[in-house]
């Protein structure tokens, strides 16, 4: 089964009194506070992603936010370099984030929608949900932390029943709670590294979801993203993104180099 990735950093700015010119000037990319619109495309081991994200006012002088959609897995048959029965050319999984910043006290919200057209062991096709909170502590000295906790709830198409009967068309098996932490060490100017681990928890649902919500027989997961950051100049930066979790080793994660410009 594939997990999908419940929680981002949110992405914190200038206030929105100055939202207008915020556009215009260049944000700080190395921030996973920062606000801007960007565009990004990153070479996998399942083939290609693409991402667009747009900063938006969103009224209030005390808030600002952004929403951002990615597409998966493209032409992960004849670019990608993993062999697997759900490798194919089209699009694996998409994914959308609306977060939303409180500039005054540093805490952010989010939303976060997956769908996942490859088979697993819980569906024909998954998606799952979640609303999650996060906050940033104060800096010490190169290192920022920022915990969150939050909740979803998980969904398919033809989901397999507890008897092991397909129930038709879309239903929800269950709900799952995450807590999780993202950190950031500056090494310098132009480098900086990202450490981000999460677990996850089914909560309740049916028979099946409760046992195996992230795999056969595992309810529960705990999962690592690393990541290294280069800016090249203050508006392109080139990233590499390993992910994996306790069920299987870095060398069997998920890889891919990442390259995001700011418009």
């Given at each position: 089964m594939k997990l999908m990735r419940?929680?981002?950093?949110?992405?914190?700015?200038?206030s929105s009194t100055i939202f207008a010119k915020a556009e215009k000037e260049v944000q700080d990319m190395s921030d996973p506070l920062?606000?801007?619109?960007?565009?990004?495309?990153?070479?996998?081991?399942?083939?290609?992603?693409?991402?667009?994200?747009?900063?938006?006012?969103?009224?209030?002088?005390?808030?600002?936010?952004?929403?951002?959609?990615?597409?998966?897995?493209?032409?992960?048959?004849?670019?990608?370099?993993?062999?697997?029965?759900?490798?194919?050319?089209?699009?694996?999984?998409?994914?959308?984030?609306?977060?939303e910043v409180n500039l005054?006290?540093?805490r952010g919200v989010q939303l976060d929608i997956n769908y996942s057209f490859d088979k697993s062991h819980l569906a024909q096709e998954s998606g799952d949900f979640s609303y999650s909170i996060i906050q940033s502590l104060p800096k010490m000295g190169p290192v920022?932390?920022?915990?969150?906790?939050?909740?979803?709830?998980?969904?398919?198409?033809?989901?397999?029943?507890?008897?092991?009967?397909i129930d038709g068309g879309y239903s929800m098996y269950g709900v799952f709670g995450l807590v999780g932490l993202y950190g950031k060490v500056v090494i310098t100017d132009n480098?900086?590294?990202?450490?981000?681990?999460?677990?996850?928890?089914a909560l309740s649902g049916s028979g099946i979801y409760k046992n195996s919500a992230?795999?056969?027989?595992?309810?529960?997961?705990?999962?690592?993203?690393?990541v290294v950051s280069y800016q090249i100049n203050p508006t392109l930066n080139l990233r590499y993104f390993a992910n994996w979790n306790e069920y299987n080793d870095f060398d069997d994660g998920d890889h891919r180099l990442e390259i995001n410009y700011q418009l």
């Amino acid at each position: 089964m594939k997990l999908m990735r419940c929680t981002i950093p949110f992405f914190i700015g200038l206030s929105s009194t100055i939202f207008a010119k915020a556009e215009k000037e260049v944000q700080d990319m190395s921030d996973p506070l920062a606000v801007y619109t960007q565009a990004g495309v990153g070479l996998t081991n399942k083939g290609i992603n693409i991402k667009i994200g747009q900063a938006y006012d969103t009224g209030d002088d005390s808030t600002m936010a952004m929403r951002l959609v990615e597409f998966k897995g493209i032409l992960g048959d004849s670019l990608g370099w993993e062999n697997g029965a759900t490798i194919d050319n089209s699009v694996d999984s998409i994914r959308y984030r609306n977060f939303e910043v409180n500039l005054t006290n540093g805490r952010g919200v989010q939303l976060d929608i997956n769908y996942s057209f490859d088979k697993s062991h819980l569906a024909q096709e998954s998606g799952d949900f979640s609303y999650s909170i996060i906050q940033s502590l104060p800096k010490m000295g190169p290192v920022n932390l920022y915990p969150l906790a939050g909740a979803g709830g998980a969904f398919g198409n033809n989901v397999t029943e507890d008897d092991g009967s397909i129930d038709g068309g879309y239903s929800m098996y269950g709900v799952f709670g995450l807590v999780g932490l993202y950190g950031k060490v500056v090494i310098t100017d132009n480098i900086w590294l990202n450490y981000n681990p999460f677990y996850l928890s089914a909560l309740s649902g049916s028979g099946i979801y409760k046992n195996s919500a992230f795999g056969p027989n595992n309810d529960s997961i705990l999962t690592h993203e690393f990541v290294v950051s280069y800016q090249i100049n203050p508006t392109l930066n080139l990233r590499y993104f390993a992910n994996w979790n306790e069920y299987n080793d870095f060398d069997d994660g998920d890889h891919r180099l990442e390259i995001n410009y700011q418009l």
